[in-house]
């Protein structure tokens, strides 16, 4: 069973920048899509970005620019670097590993971004 354990959440002035880490228990990256989601109050899931194993990235429009997603292979750790942070980015993010054969979906449990004055 891998586990994905997030971190790097907290409390950011409007503007502000904050880097998520998402460490996975196992070498999985040549394996899985590799992706961070949100999940505001209120709100579905939805995705923000996504890295494939030959590094090829996808951006939710809202973020596209502003939020950069890197992996590093190595360290079997994806990161989500966000800058010109916004009240509306304010979620729970969660980490994913999606296989891209057959193969378990994990999730990490979260980690909170606050984004406010």
């Known amino acids: 069973q891998v586990q994905l354990v997030e971190s790097g959440g907290g409390l950011v002035q409007p503007g502000g920048s904050l880097r998520l880490s998402c460490v996975a228990s196992?070498?999985?990256?040549?394996?899985?899509?590799m992706g961070w989601y949100r999940q505001a109050p209120g709100k579905q899931r939805e995705l923000v970005a996504t890295?494939?194993?030959?590094?090829?990235?996808n951006y939710a429009g809202s973020v596209k620019v502003r939020f950069t997603i890197s992996r590093d292979n190595a360290r079997n750790t994806v990161y989500l670097q966000m800058n010109s942070l916004k009240p509306a980015d304010a979620a729970v993010y969660y980490c994913?590993?999606?296989?891209?054969?057959?193969?378990?979906?994990?999730w990490g449990k979260g980690t909170r971004v606050t984004v406010s004055s």
């Open positions: 890295s494939t194993a030959g590094n090829a990235t």
């Open positions: 196992e070498s999985i990256f040549n394996s899985y899509l």
């Open positions: 994913n590993a999606n296989p891209y054969n057959d193969g378990m979906t994990y």
